[in-house]
C-alpha cells in the first residue's frame, strides 16, 4: 500500500486526555493514522448495517496488525435506535467475548454509532479505549470531536451519557463521496453553524462555497471540516464539561431538539432540524436586538442553498407553540424550568439567554411551516 | 435541634475532585454535615424500601432548606435489582421532574443504593452532582468512598459503570443500630480487608475488638470506619482510575464475584463472598510463598468471628473448580483472559498476580463447602 499523508491534523488540548483528529482522503486505510490508539490484541469495530458493509473490511484490514482478534459488530442504523438496549449490544458482544479493560472500541459511522460506542466504551468496565472513524460530515464536524457521548431517553434526546474522549479522531473524506445527498446536506448545517457562533470569515467562505461543498469537492471538504474542527477544538479545549462557552456550540439545537422530539426521532434528520431551529434561534436573537433582520436572511438563504428546511415543523396541531416549550424545557440547558437559548449576540458571537415564553411563541409561529 | 460535631473526618485527595468523608454519630441530622453539596432548588434522595420508612424523612427535614424542592424515591431493595430497569426509574422520576444538570443527587442506603445512584449521576445529562449517604458498614468502609459506581449485567457484577466522584460521603454511625447482623459481619469483611493489605496493626486492633464491633460499640464502629476511609483514600488519592495499585482493595473479591455470580446475585451478601474469598485468596497467598499457614490460620480465624463464612458455596456440582473459574475470567481485572488475584505478598502488602489453573483449582477444591 502506498504511503497516505494527511491534508490536516487538529489538536484537542485537553491535559492528559488531549488527542489529534486526522483528516484526509483515503486515511482509513493508512495504518498509520491509528498510531495513536492503545495497541492490544483484543478489540471490536462498531458499525451499522449501512456503513459496515462498505467500509468495514477495509478499517479490519488495517487494524488487524494492532489487534489480532479484532471482530466487528453491526448495529441497526438510525437515531430511533439510538436507546439502550442498543447500546446493551455492545455489552453482550464484549462480554461474550471475553473483553476486558485493555479492549479498544473502534466507532466506525455516524454520529448514532459514535454517540453510543462511546458511551459504551465509557461505560464498559467503568472505561476502554475509544477510536472515532466518522463516515458522515456531520460526525466529523461536529460529534465525533469533544467527548460529548450518550444515548436517548424516551423523553428526551442525548439525556444520559458521559463526557469521555477518544484516543484520535479519524476522518476520511472519501467516505463521504457515498453519503446520501440528504445525509450531507444535513452535516453542512453543523458547517454553517459555526460561522454565527465564531467566525463570520468562514461563513463568508462557507457561501463561497457551498455547491463545491454539497458536490463533495474534496479540497472544499477538507477546509470544511478543519476549520470546523479547529473551532470546536477551541471551544472545547476551554470548556469540556460544558460549564458555560461549550453551550454556544448548541446554536440552533434548542429549537432543533424539539422538533426531533416532537415528530419522532429519525423523521427529520438532526443535522435538518438544526437548519431549521438556527432560523428560529436566529429570529430570537434578532428580538433580543442582538443582530439585524439582513442577518437573519443571510443566513435562511444559506441554510436553503445547502438543501435544509428553513421552516420548522408543526409538532402539533392545536398548541404548536406550546409543545414546543413544553419540549425545550426538558433540553439539557436549561436550569429550574427555565429554557436557556444559544443567540447571536452580534456576528460571529454567540450567548447563552433566557427569553420571555410569549416572544418565543411569536418566533415559533413565524417560523413553522403549515 | 443542638450542635452535633464530627468524630472524624477523612479526605479523600483527588485534585479538583477531592471531597471529605464525614463520620460521626447523629450526623445525619446535621446540617453541617451537607456544607459541601452543592446548593440549588432541586434534588433527590434516591434510597431503597428497606432504608427509605427508617431514614428518608430525618435526611429530608435537614435537606429542605437546602433544596426547597426536595423528592425522595424508593428503589427495590437488593442485589439483584441492581440493573439498567433500576436506574431506568431513577432517569424517569429526574426526566418526568422537570430535573436538570443542577438537581443534586443523595444516595442514602447501602453498596447498590450508593452505586446506582452514583451511576446515575454520572450518566444523567452527562453528570449531576451527589452525595453519599451510606447507611451500611458495608457502604461507609468501602463502597460509598472512591468514586466506584456500576450496576450489574447478567454476565458480571458492575460491569457497566463509571468513575464518578461525590461531593461528600456522610456517615452516620447510629444507622448502624438498626443494621442486621448479618449485614454489619458482612461490612466486617470489608474492614478486615484491609488489614492484610495494608496495615497489620490495624488487623491487630481488629481482633481485639470484634466484640465491641459486633456490638455496634459507637467507639468501635468510629475507629473502624475511619482508619477503613484512611486507608482506602490513601490508595484512591494515588490511583483513582485502577491503573494499578488500587485493584489491592479487591483482595477476597476475585473469588468472592464468582461465589455471588454463580450462586445467582443476591443470595450471599456481598460481604459474605468476600469473607469466603478472602480465605481463598490466602490460601492461594500461601501456595505462592507470599505468607504462611498460620497466617491464614489467623485470618480464617478473624473472619469466623465476625460472623462470616470461611469456605466457598459450591456453584457447580460437576466441575465447581471449573465454574469458578469461568466466572474469574470475565473479572474486570483480568487481562487477555488471564485471571489477576490480589494476593498478599507479605503480611499488610498485597500484590496482584496470576496463577496457573491448576494450582488454583488445588485453592478451590480445598476451600469449598461440600
Known sequence: MQGISF????????????YD????????????????????????????????PLYATRLAQVLARRHP?????????????????????????????GADRKTTLYALGGGVVGDMTGFAAACYMRGVPFVQVPTTLLAQVDSSVGGKTAINHPLGKNMIGAF????????????????PARELSAGLAEVIKYGPIADMAFLDWIEANIEPLRACEPAALAHAVKRSCQIKADVVGQDER????????????????????????????????????????????????????????????????????TRGAVI?????????????????????????????????????????????RQVIDRCCAG
Open 164 to 179: 469521555y474522549q477518544p484516543q484520535a479522531v479519524v476522518c476520511d473524506l472519501d467516505v463521504l463521496k457515498t453519503l
Open 69 to 97: 482478534k479484532l471482530r466487528t459488530l453491526a448495529l441497526p442504523d438510525g437515531e430511533q435506535h439510538k436507546n439502550w438496549h442498543t447500546l446493551n449490544l455492545i455489552f453482550d458482544e464484549l462480554l461474550g467475548n
Open 316 to 360: 402539533d396541531a392545536r398548541d404548536n407553540a406550546g409543545r414546543y416549550l413544553q419540549l425545550m424545557r426538558v433540553d439539557k440547558k436549561a436550569e429550574g424550568g427555565e429554557i436557556r437559548f444559544v443567540v447571536i449576540d452580534g456576528p460571529g458571537r454567540a450567548a447563552v439567554r433566557s427569553a420571555p415564553d410569549a416572544l418565543v
Open 242 to 309: 460544558e460549564a458555560g462557552l461549550r453551550a454556544i456550540l448548541n446554536f440552533g439545537h434548542t429549537f432543533g431538539h424539539a422538533i426531533e422530539a416532537g415528530m419522532g426521532y429519525g423523521a427529520w434528520l438532526h443535522g435538518e432540524a438544526v437548519g431549521a431551529g438556527m432560523v428560529m434561534a436566529a429570529e430570537l436573537s434578532r428580538e433580543l436586538g442582538g443582530v439585524d433582520a439582513a442577518f437573519v436572511q443571510r443566513l435562511r438563504a444559506l441554510i436553503a442553498r445547502a438543501g435544509l428546511p
Open 21 to 52: 483528529i486526522l483528516i484526509g482522503a483515503g486515511v482509513l486505510a493508512d495504518p498509520g493514522a491509528f498510531e495513536a490508539a492503545r495497541p492490544g490484541p483484543d478489540a471490536l469495530i462498531v458499525t451499522n448495517t449501512t456503513v459496515g
Open 7 to 18: 491534508s490536516e491534523r487538529v489538536r484537542i488540548d485537553l491535559c492528559d486526555r488531549g
